[in-house]
Structure formats: C-alpha cells, structure tokens
C-alpha cells in the first residue's frame, strides 16, 4: 500500500506520484476510464467521489462525498489489515479499567433519559453524587462511569485508584494537571503521533459553557476513536439524551472539541 502523502488530496494538487496512485487504483477498481496522467483534475474527482458514494471508512462509517482523498478516503482505496492494539505501555490499571468498562456495555438507565436506575446509581455514588430526583436527576453521569471503571479495576488489583474523584468532565481534566499519577496528552500532539494514544486512557471533549463529555479509549482506527462510553446514546432510542453504555466508533483523533487523553 503507498504511504499516504500527509496532506489532503484535491483537484489541482501538485502531487504527481499521489495522484497516479489514486487514479491506478481507482480505474483497477472500475471507477474510470480516465487518463493515468498524474493529475487530479475534474475526471479523478469525480472518480473519487464516486467510490465515496459507496463505500465507509475502516470502522464501517460512510466517506464523506467531497471528492478529495483525505486519510479516511486514502484508507478506504488502499486497505491494510487492522492491527491489534498495542497495549504494552498501557498500565495493568487501565486495561483493567477497559476490562470492566467492557463488562458494563448494554447497561441502560431506567427509566431512559432519567440519569437513574440500579447500576446507574452506582457510578453516581462512585463519585458522592447522591442519585434521585430533583437536581440529582439532571446530573450526567459520564465521568462518574469512567472514574467507576477504574476504581472498580484498582480494587480488583488491590492497588490505590489514582483518578481524581470527581462527576465533573472537566473537572477531571483540571485535577489531573496536578495529579502526579496522571499523564495529560493534548488533541494536537495525539493528532500528530496517533499511536500515542492507547488502550486505557481517558479521553476529555469540551463543548463549551461548562459542558464536556468522556469516555474510555478502546483503539485507534485509521484516525478514529474505538471508545466505550456512558451516558450516550447508541442511536436505538429516539433522541440525543444519553442512555447507557456503547461502544462507539463516533469519535475522531482531530475533533475540534477534544481536548485531550488522561493517562493513568
């Protein structure tokens, strides 16, 4: 497979060698005839757009139809077999961690949209957030899940839980500057070196107005984020409100409101 170029492919680009690559294995894939000329011009896009129109990325997520061959679209033309995570950095506490938040997938609020029920309630209490009704109901309990995932794994290993205990997503990401047992890693440097981010770590999004969300990193795929979560939604029951636990592929490494990856 030829090494993706490192910058978005696009109608007037001046990479010759790239382009041919596109175009070769676009028409060996029956996306042509056009000529094999070096040059992205409005017979490759057209191409390209094309091939998006049918086919997703490495985690099953449709292209994008633009007509530029970016690190998804590359991906998709030239496949390489999915490795498996490298977790040989990774502490015995995070991948536990992902262990027992794996164990939690299919764990629903009850009623949904309640911010309740019996398992749910447990993460709360996790983190001193007395559950039930009234401002207790409208607590999101994201963080509370990812906290409980990794005291309930230092527990199973007998070792101290390093997580700040806090519900707060963005709280968390405060405290873990000062948290000696805790490695900060910005969107921007794990952008740039994907492989940095690993089983077991915490990843921190910051919507704005004091609104955040978090998860746990499962893998990473061609760029996208494997993660299993609390306080979503898989998309089975009508509505944004969060739910339960999923594993979801939604996320990706370059997402604007990422802040960054706790490592413990």
């Not at 502490?91 to 262990?99: F, K």
């Not at 607590?139 to 205990?165: D, G, I, M």
């Not at 921007?188 to 990843?203: E, K, L, Q, T, Y």
Request: net charge positive; glycine share 10%.
């Amino acid at each position: 497979m030829p090494a993706y170029p490192g910058t978005v492919m696009r109608r007037g680009q001046a990479d010759a060698a790239a382009t041919l690559a596109i175009q070769r294995r676009l028409k060996a894939m029956g996306y042509g005839p056009f000529p094999s000329s070096g040059v992205f011009d409005e017979a490759t896009e057209s191409a390209v757009r094309l091939f998006q129109s049918q086919h997703v990325d490495q985690v099953g997520v449709p292209l994008k139809v633009d007509g530029k061959v970016g690190s998804f679209t590359w991906a998709a033309l030239f496949p390489t077999p999915p490795k498996p995570p490298d977790v040989t950095n990774s502490s015995a506490l995070a991948l536990q961690a992902l262990a027992v938040a794996s164990s939690q997938i299919g764990v629903l609020e009850q009623p949904p949209g309640s911010n309740s029920g019996p398992q749910v309630d447990k993460y709360l209490s996790s983190v001193g957030v007395k559950p039930g009704v009234g401002a207790a109901a409208n607590r999101a309990w994201c963080a509370a899940f990812a906290y409980w995932c990794f005291n309930s794994a230092a527990q199973s290993l007998t070792v101290t839980n390093p997580v700040s205990r806090t519900g707060g997503v963005l709280r968390h990401w405060e405290l873990a500057k000062a948290n000696p047992a805790a490695t900060l890693h910005s969107r921007s440097r794990a952008a740039s070196d994907p492989a940095r981010v690993r089983p077991g770590f915490i990843f921190v999004y910051d919507f704005g107005r004091g609104l955040g969300h978090t998860g746990i990193v499962e893998r990473v795929e061609a760029g996208r984020l494997i993660t299993v979560e609390g306080n979503i939604n898989d998309g089975s029951i009508p509505g944004r409100e969060g739910v339960g636990v999923f594993r979801t592929n939604r996320r990706k490494i370059t997402d604007r409101q990422l802040v960054g990856f706790i490592e413990y």
